[in-house]
């Protein structure tokens, strides 16, 4: 184990499953004191457990993105906790694919409430803390938010919108020593999918899904560490990591 982040407190939003659970392992193991958040609180308490066997310092906090307070709450306990904040990761998202035409549109408030409003709030409220540390923010979009397919408008607009609002504050923060890093991950096997509320749509992904050998969340993770773990004059602002099979 290399010790790249010791000292440094890393926050990762969606820890209780997939990516997020995957990089809050992967920035601990690497040294850093990680404050994981998500609204299933019975899943972050397995993950301290894991990890404090290993020898991390670990904070769960219960957190919904999509509310503002909440959001600033838990970026405040953080840096209260641990002095201070080094590394946001906006990884919590919802991917509830569906045509436009006829589309259950509390589907489109949820995606956009957390995917975009959620991790705006979030960025909005640690960046004081990142400023002072010259830290970083990850932003975990997709290569949808790249490459725009019918049947995924409103999740697609949700992550070009977060590589807009990414590279704009990239502009406002890099010369005071904040990296903004976007990692766009292809497909990978997490539970994201099984939440999409339109059944067409969830049968195309499962089937796109089972026809490759996906990512799995640690080769995101990995991808993560990388790009925080360079040293402070090298800014990776963007990781595009498909699966090999993903044409
Ligand atoms: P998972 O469903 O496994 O993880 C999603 C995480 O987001 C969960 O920990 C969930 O926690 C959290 N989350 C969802 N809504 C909220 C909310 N309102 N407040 C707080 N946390 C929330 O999927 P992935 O790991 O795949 O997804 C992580 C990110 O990766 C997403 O942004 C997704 O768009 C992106 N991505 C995923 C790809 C894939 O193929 N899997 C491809 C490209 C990008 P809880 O329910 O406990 O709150």
């Not at 995101?220 to 699966?243: D, G, K, S």
């Amino acid at each position: 184990m290399t010790n790249h982040l010791q000292g440094k407190v890393a926050l990762v939003t969606g820890a209780s499953s997939g990516i997020g659970e995957a990089t809050a392992v992967a920035l601990a193991r690497a040294g850093a004191t990680v404050a994981i958040a998500a609204r299933r609180v019975e899943r972050l308490k397995a993950l301290e457990e894991r990890l404090t066997e290993e020898g991390a310092r670990v904070l769960p906090v219960e957190l919904d993105v999509t509310d503002e307070a909440a959001c600033r709450a838990a970026v405040q306990r953080v840096a209260d906790t641990y002095g201070g904040l080094d590394v946001l990761v906006n990884n919590a998202g919802v991917m509830l694919l569906g045509k436009i035409e006829g589309a259950d549109t509390t589907d489109w408030t949820r995606m956009v409430s957390t995917n975009l409003l959620g991790v705006m709030y979030l960025t909005h409220a640690a960046l004081p803390h990142l400023l002072e540390r010259r830290g970083a923010v990850v932003q975990v979009s997709s290569t949808a938010g790249r490459v725009v397919r019918a049947g995924g408008g409103v999740y697609n607009a949700t992550k070009f919108g977060l590589n807009a609002f990414s590279e704009s504050l990239r502009l406002e923060v890099t010369q005071r020593g904040v990296r903004v890093i976007v990692v766009e991950p292809g497909v990978v096997a997490t539970e994201l999918r099984d939440h999409i509320t339109d059944q067409e749509a969830k049968a195309n992904m499962e089937r796109t899904a089972a026809a490759m050998r996906q990512l799995q969340p640690e080769d995101v993770a990995a991808a993560v560490v990388y790009a925080v773990t360079q040293p402070e004059h090298v800014a990776v602002n963007e990781i595009l990591v498909r699966p090999t099979d993903q044409g």
